[in-house]
T-cell receptor, first 113, second 116 residues
């Protein structure tokens, strides 16, 4: 089984709808991240969390919110989806006790119409 | 200045040949880490290799090696004996900062196509 899972894998929604993307991990890592990927822009950080009580904004947090329900779960919400939020979204985890390599989930392809 | 620069938007390599994907970085932190990830057409991001700024030896993982030239601030990925399954996007990334949150910056990627 995958160490980092994301649901749904694909989602089509309409402008103005609220949607939630979920991430679960079995790696036992405290740190979790949400990124979005757009063609030609690489990955950009939306939010990160060092533990259940620690949530921090990344470079592009406007229009997004997150919830860290448990060490293993980190969800991303789009409060009112807009077309320019169409992207590939990744959840990642890392362990600060080593190289702090980020391990990614399989991604969620989101299309906002 | 760009933190991570990947100047090759696309590369072709013949199957079984070696290929080098370029990456230069910019940081003033003495402690940092460099990563390479592979993204096949299916979309997932796969960690390949890591190099720490204090590591004396170049990192190697199977057919992957990282040519780390600290003075030139370059961290090129070398793939030996290319296989068709190596066709993918490749991203260079850098972790910098000391303590607390260590920012990770990704390059825009290089698309590698392996030709039979």
């Amino acid at each position: 089984d995958a160490d980092v899972t994301q649901t749904p894998r694909n989602r089509i929604t309409k402008t103005g709808k609220r949607i939630m993307l979920e991430c679960s991990q079995t790696k036992g890592h405290d740190r979790m991240y949400w990124y979005r990927q757009d063609p030609g822009l690489g990955l950009r950080l939306i939010y990160y969390s060092f533990d259940v009580k620690d949530i921090n904004k990344g470079e592009i947090s406007d229009g997004y919110s997150v919830s860290r329900q448990a060490q293993a779960k980190f969800s991303l919400s789009l409060e009112s989806a807009i077309p320019n939020q169409t992207a590939l979204y990744f959840c990642a985890t890392s362990d600060p006790r080593g190289q702090e390599t980020q391990y990614f989930g399989p991604g969620t392809r989101l299309l906002v119409l | 200045a760009q933190k991570i620069t990947q100047t090759q938007p696309g590369m072709f390599v013949q199957e079984k040949e070696a290929v080098t994907l370029d990456c230069t970085y910019d940081t003033s932190d003495p402690s940092y880490g460099l990563f390479w990830y592979k993204q096949p057409s299916s979309g997932e991001m796969i960690f390949l290799i890591y190099q720490g700024s204090y590591d004396q030896q170049n990192a190697t993982e199977g057919r992957y090696s990282l040519n780390f030239q600290k003075a030139r601030k370059s961290a090129n990925l070398v793939i030996s004996a290319s296989q068709l399954g190596d066709s993918a996007m490749y991203f260079c990334a850098m972790r910098e900062g000391i303590g607390g949150y260590q920012k990770v910056t990704f390059g825009i990627g290089t698309k590698l196509q392996v030709i039979p």
